[in-house]
């Protein structure tokens, strides 16, 4: 079965610094990965998604992952934060249905 | 186009009451899925329905049950709450099954007293 491993349950940058949210994939099949943000008592929004071709990914709000197959890796990653990115992120993995990992809040200072 | 649609919002019910929750699509998405959410656990999956089907189930127990019906529109049902299902429930549709990008609703908020 596929699962998610997010490493840093709290991350916490300067705003204008480099954002970087790490996940590990593990998945019998080539995956589906994808990254969703949850700002508080609100759903997930998707900020991008990997299927197959180009392993660099461009989302949403600047943010972009880089699937690295050899280190089953998809980190989410933005050049400048802004005060507006403080939320939880969540990387995800699909086969047969969509697995989540555990979460990274993110704070951003001022 | 109008998103996901979960109702109600919030909710609260007494230990071992009843509760249907309600998920409606985005229009032409055929597949639903249901994901139960607390602090300690994150995101747990608890079903997905595509084409009025149970495609494919999580870990919960037999008090968790859902169906689809023919308009893809969603329902969960948790029988004999316990204060342990104090959680927001997630709906999520999408085209296809498997879960090819999802679209999220805001939540239903359950509170077990």
């Known amino acids: 079965a596929q699962s998610v491993t997010q490493l840093g349950s709290h991350v916490s940058v300067s705003e204008g610094a480099l954002v970087l949210l790490r996940c590990n994939y593990s998945s019998s099949v080539p995956p589906y990965l994808f990254w969703y943000v949850q700002y508080p008592n609100q759903g997930l929004q998707l900020l991008l998604k990997y299927t197959t071709g180009a392993t660099l990914v461009k989302g949403i709000n600047g943010f972009e992952a880089e699937f690295k197959k050899s280190e089953t890796s998809f980190h989410l990653t933005k050049p400048s934060a802004h005060m507006s990115d403080a939320a939880e992120y969540f990387c995800a993995v699909s086969d047969l249905d969509m697995r989540f990992g555990a979460g990274t809040r993110l704070t951003v200072k001022p | ?113």
């Open chain 2, 1 to 113: 186009k109008a998103g996901v649609t979960q109702t109600p919002r919030y909710l609260i019910k007494t230990r071992g009451q009843q509760v249907t929750l309600s998920c409606s699509p985005i229009s032409g998405h055929r597949s639903v899925s249901w994901y139960q959410q607390t602090p300690g656990q994150g995101l747990q999956f608890l079903f997905e329905y595509f084409s009025e089907t149970q495609r494919n189930k999580g870990n919960f127990p037999g008090r968790f049950s859902g169906r689809q019906f023919s308009n893809s529109r969603s329902e969960m049902n948790v029988s004999t709450l316990e204060l342990g299902d104090s959680a927001l429930y997630l709906c999520a549709s999408s085209l296809r099954a498997g879960g090819d990008g999802y679209t999220f609703g805001s939540g239903t908020r359950l509170t077990v007293v």
